[in-house]
């Protein structure tokens, strides 16, 4: 009985190479019912550039597109060359219009729906029956572009093929059928919400390394394979910005009690790294460490100038933040009668139109400025460590005393002692996740 649900990332359809990983490992497992797949590796990126350019700029970023996808038309002689170009003729039809977040949804989808459309093809020509499923027929959604939420009852009023299927990660509709998208690694969430409509078996995560690491390995050679972890070790991890797996996968994965195995495309014989979903699993008594980067963080500082009363300067600040659905999950606060709030915001987990309506949006900035000094820092990194027991703030200083302290913007020291973060500028964040492995973790 076809009952396992598949995610292959970005890596993992890049290349015709790949691809054909992809379509052995499908075909050596006959009890694969859906694969989910992200966008061709660095598309979704060149998507991205496209809705920041300047409209001169375009049409040199749709070439760059088609050129990655004709390619893999061809080295695959998948013969599809015309839908391709159908689906990129998309871009062209809104070059030249504004841009809000309903479009940029739209923009960004496109990927995924080239990425499913190329290995449907390639599957049914190497004699796997695979039937292409449209994501927005099934994942519907509310409005919040960029970060939409969606409905599970939706899901599973939907009747999934019985034999293989493959959709797009990532990519889903709101009621009104525009097209929206779950946010960063939406594609976890995907495969993960159609497992537990479908009871799957098991949920498996393809990527390009063999599971989850102590640290990146493409920016560190000490890292070190984590075989087994738990689903509340893995959320930390995830939230804080471990890509293996995104944090909202695993909710589904819980509730239906489905276990997760993070494997490589690239070695499929390796076992992987186990995330065991059992909600007693966790163990207090672990040393588990790891390190994580967040990227392209933003850092917002709100000041007491008006020497308002502490209560009424919290008040104001914080009203403004639930009013607009801001949420942010590091704050520190300084000062008694100068009072500073400081706090974190993650762009891409938060939403276009949330985010824009804090830091884009003059009005609010001018309300926040009638009674503080507002500062915003861009394009920072959070590095964290994450384990049960970890080192103190003091000896985490000692560690980093090397660190230009104009680089650390920002400290922040878990109450539990299982996690401790450090925003850093962008020319320094390497080095002190390196510096941190090396010597909390070792080789």
Do not use: W
């Not at 995610?7 to 993992?12: H, L, M, V």
């Not at 994501?135 to 293989?164: M, V």
């Not at 922040?412 to 962008?426: D, F, K, P, R, W």
């Amino acid at each position: 009985m076809r009952n396992i649900i598949v995610k292959f990332g970005g890596t993992s359809v890049g290349t015709d190479y790949s691809i054909r990983k992809v379509c052995k490992i499908i075909l050596n497992n006959n009890s694969i019912r859906g694969v989910v797949v992200s966008a061709v590796g660095g598309v979704t990126n060149l998507l991205v550039e496209f809705c920041k350019s300047k409209n001169h700029l375009k049409d040199d970023i749709i070439k760059k597109i088609l050129e990655i996808h004709m390619e893999l038309n061809k080295s695959l002689d998948l013969n599809i060359g015309d839908q391709i170009i159908h689906t990129i003729n998309r871009l062209h039809k809104i070059k030249n219009k504004e841009l809000n977040n309903k479009i940029k949804d739209h923009i960004l989808s496109l990927g995924e729906d080239l990425s499913s459309l190329i290995l449907t093809k390639f599957l049914n020509n190497s004699g796997i029956e695979a039937q292409h499923v449209d994501s927005r027929s099934f994942i519907i959604t509310d409005n919040t572009y960029g970060a939409a939420k969606p409905y599970l009852e939706r899901i599973k009023e939907y009747n999934f093929p019985n034999n293989i299927f493959v959709t797009q990660g990532f990519v889903g509709s709101t009621i009104d059928n525009n097209t929206s998208t779950l946010g960063r690694g939406g594609s976890d969430f995907s495969a993960a919400l159609i497992a537990e409509v479908l009871n799957a078996s098991e949920l498996l995560i393809y990527t390009d390394v063999p599971g989850v690491y102590t640290i990146d390995p493409n920016i560190c050679n000490q890292a070190m394979l984590i075989p087994k972890i738990n689903f509340q070790e893995m959320t930390r991890m995830a939230n804080l910005g471990a890509k293996i797996l995104h944090p909202s996968t695993i909710s589904p994965c819980v509730r239906a009690k489905i276990p997760v195995r993070i494997m490589s495309t690239f070695e499929p014989n390796r076992p992987g790294t186990f995330v065991n979903i059992e909600k007693d699993s966790f163990d207090y008594n672990r040393e588990l460490n790891a390190i994580t980067i967040r990227k392209n963080q933003i850092l917002i500082t709100i000041k007491n100038t008006k020497i308002m009363s502490i209560y009424n300067f919290l008040l104001n600040t914080f009203n403004i933040l639930v009013k607009l659905r801001i949420t942010t999950d590091l704050v520190a606060i300084t000062g008694f009668n100068n009072l500073n709030i400081s706090f974190i915001i993650d762009p891409v987990s938060t939403g276009y139109a949330k985010l824009n309506n804090l830091i884009r949006n003059e009005e609010i900035i001018c309300n926040l400025n009638s009674f503080a000094e507002v500062t915003i820092e861009e394009n920072l990194h959070l590095v964290s460590i994450i384990g049960n027991k970890i080192e103190s703030g003091i000896s985490i200083q000692k560690i980093l005393e090397d660190v230009e302290s104009k680089n650390i913007r920002f400290v922040s020291y878990g109450t539990n002692n299982s996690t401790s973060s450090i925003l850093v500028t962008e020319d320094s964040v390497i080095n002190v996740a390196r510096t941190l492995h090396s010597k909390l973790i070792g080789t």
